[in-house]
């Protein structure tokens, strides 16, 4: 079985994601595979996720991000221990679902679990990361102070929400409510959403 995290930039997927891998393999719960699509990505273009974006814009990603997808879950049912109960815990990208065509292979071949949090907590997450490296949000660096980013920011998250949750909403079987959350929490509700 292959469990899809999604969610927004900045929630923490592949953090959670990592973790729940981490504490199934602590509790002897069972193997648990992690893999982030990000990372598939970049070691597949052998470039980072940056670069694809400015060689091809998000159109070329997107086709780029959906190929990746394909051969992940191609690996998986042609795995050697797809017989055995083997688990697959995949981060997906905020944007993947965005994709009619990954939605369509992640709705056939995944369980989708929505990691939610609120703009707020998503402002707070990304101001910390700092938004190098999600070209998403490029152009949100450009305000003349800390506030003015910050404004910018929040406004961008919400326009890229006010689409992107009806989408994250429908693809998920299972949603988690993550505001407040410890990394340590939400895997462990995540990992409690695979009895589902
Ligand atoms: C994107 C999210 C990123 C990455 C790309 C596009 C998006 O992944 O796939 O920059 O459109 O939301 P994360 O959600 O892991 O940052």
Do not use: W
């Not at 056939?108 to 939610?116: D, G, M, Q, S, V």
């Not at 450009?142 to 910050?150: I, P, V």
């Amino acid at each position: 079985m292959i469990y899809a995290l999604t969610g927004f930039m900045g929630c923490g997927k592949s953090s959670i994601g990592r973790e729940a891998a981490r504490l199934a393999a602590s509790c002897g719960a069972g193997i648990l595979h992690f893999m982030d699509l990000d990372a598939v990505i970049e070691e597949r273009e052998g470039r980072s996720i940056p670069e694809i974006f400015a060689a091809v814009g998000e159109p070329g990603f997107r086709e780029i991000e959906r190929e990746a997808l394909l051969d992940v879950l191609s690996a998986e049912a042609n795995s050697s221990d797809r017989k055995n109960t083997r688990q697959t815990l995949l981060s997906l990208g905020g944007g993947t679902l965005t994709d009619e065509g990954s939605r369509e292979l992640i709705r056939k071949h995944c369980r989708c679990i929505y990691l939610r949090a609120s703009i707020d907590t998503l402002v707070e997450n990304l101001s910390a990361d700092g938004i190098e490296g999600r070209p998403m949000l490029a152009g949100t660096a450009n305000g003349k102070d800390a506030a003015a980013r910050t404004q910018a920011l929040r406004k961008r998250i919400s326009e890229l929400m006010a689409d992107r949750a009806p989408i994250y909403e429908s693809a998920a079987g299972h949603i988690i409510d993550i505001d407040g959350l410890s990394y340590e929490d939400a895997a462990r509700l995540v990992l409690n959403s695979f009895s589902l």
